[in-house]
């Protein structure tokens, strides 16, 4: 008989995994690696998801590996740019094309004219040459492609050659407008050459498990989860959620029960944990959800109090005062406020150390 997993039991399995339980003393680039990676659609999430994670972390510990190349910034799962370790991106982005090469779909009309064959190779070619933003790389193919849409030709590039951002001395690793560089010439070691499906999927159990093909499927934005769940059956766990969906797991992976306490944690902008499952409500509530995304697509910033979202939060940061704003889904509980200012007011202080003042507060409205 199959084991049943209510969503308060994966809720625990998820945290466990994703370092939220309790924050580890280990390094970043090993911390990025049992998170699978870490969506870093802007610059700051990451630093503040790494924050709320570990022991001690400081801003410099990630700007030191991203100097040292252990640490990438590049497009990967669901076409969205990853905070990966070196060896992870090596390892997994030719894993990635087929599915980056189906999202050129979306320029329909706006790739006429456009043949990938000499696109590709003449984008690497300027990117060899130096590192380049988009907007240069755009300039220039727009001068060997006239008749082709300038930005169906950096969406392109984007997509089939692959490319990582070059880091700088800004605070948070990189200025608003990145230059890009080939990722094998920044590594200094070529890209796997075969797909490796069965082994990135190990890896998302791992890290966001017990979770179905479709969970697998929403995070990575992979077509065939399936198929390589059903390869890899004999050697995982089976359980069922609570709506009789086959979910696998890695046999030894924790699991911990369900009423294990769960601290207040803050979670940044765009944090993978929010995007890694088809059915999120190990995380947020489904009437929740639509909060959870502003229209122009931004996913906002959520708190976890006793591990599931509770609200949205920002900071504001005026006349050396840091203030941390709550925006509660529904009325917090008791005694959540407590756990959640102690857990803001040390947030505050991380992102803005030169603060005279914090404070955290619910917002009105």
């Known amino acids: 008989m199959t084991d049943i997993l209510s969503v308060r039991a994966l809720n625990r399995a998820t945290l466990a995994r994703q370092l939220l339980l309790t924050r580890e003393p280990i390094p970043v680039t090993e911390a990025v690696e049992r998170l699978a990676g870490m969506q870093a659609q802007e610059p700051k999430p990451p630093f503040l ?42 390892a997994f982005r030719t894993t990635m094309q087929p599915m980056l090469d189906g999202a050129l779909r979306v320029l329909g009309d706006r790739a006429k004219g456009m043949d990938l064959n000499q696109v590709v ?122 709506k009789g969906r086959e979910l696998f797991d890695l046999p030894d992976a924790p699991r911990p029960g369900e009423n294990v306490p769960a601290p207040a944690r803050f979670l940044p902008e765009f944090d993978s944990l929010v995007l890694a499952h088809a059915d999120r409500r190990r995380i947020i509530a489904d009437a929740h959800r639509p909060s959870l995304t502003t229209k122009n697509l931004r996913v906002r910033a959520v708190f976890l109090w006793d591990g599931f979202a509770h609200g949205v939060w920002e900071t504001e940061y005026k006349r050396k005062v840091a203030t941390l704003r709550l ?17 803001g007011e040390s947030l505050l202080r991380f992102i803005e150390p030169d603060a005279k003042e914090t404070v955290v507060t619910v917002a009105d409205g």
Not at 331 to 340: D, I, K
């Open 121 to 242: 190779p003449a984008a690497r070619a300027l990117l060899e040459a130096e590192p380049r933003t988009f907007n240069e790389v755009r300039a220039l193919l727009q001068e060997q492609f006239p008749d082709v849409n300038d930005r169906a030709l950096g969406y392109a590039v984007r997509l089939c050659v692959p490319l990582v951002m070059v880091p700088t001395e800004d605070r948070w690793g990189f200025p608003r407008t990145s230059r890009f560089t080939p990722a094998d010439d920044w590594l200094g070691a070529a890209l796997a050459a075969e797909s490796a499906t069965d082994e990135l999927l190990l890896r998302y159990l791992a890290a966001y498990g017990p979770a179905s093909a479709a969970d697998a499927q929403a995070w990575s934005g992979l077509p065939a989860t399936g198929e390589a769940l059903e390869r890899l059956r004999p050697g995982l766990r089976v359980f069922a959620d609570d």
């Open 327 to 343: 925006r509660p889904f529904e009325p917090l509980p008791q005694g959540a406020m407590e756990e959640l200012t102690t857990e």
């Open 49 to 90: 998801g790494l924050w709320t994670r570990l022991d001690g972390f400081e801003a410099s510990e990630l700007n030191s590996a991203l100097h040292d190349r252990s640490l990438v910034r590049a497009t990967m799962m669901r076409a969205t740019l990853h905070l990966m370790s070196g060896a992870d991106y090596r």
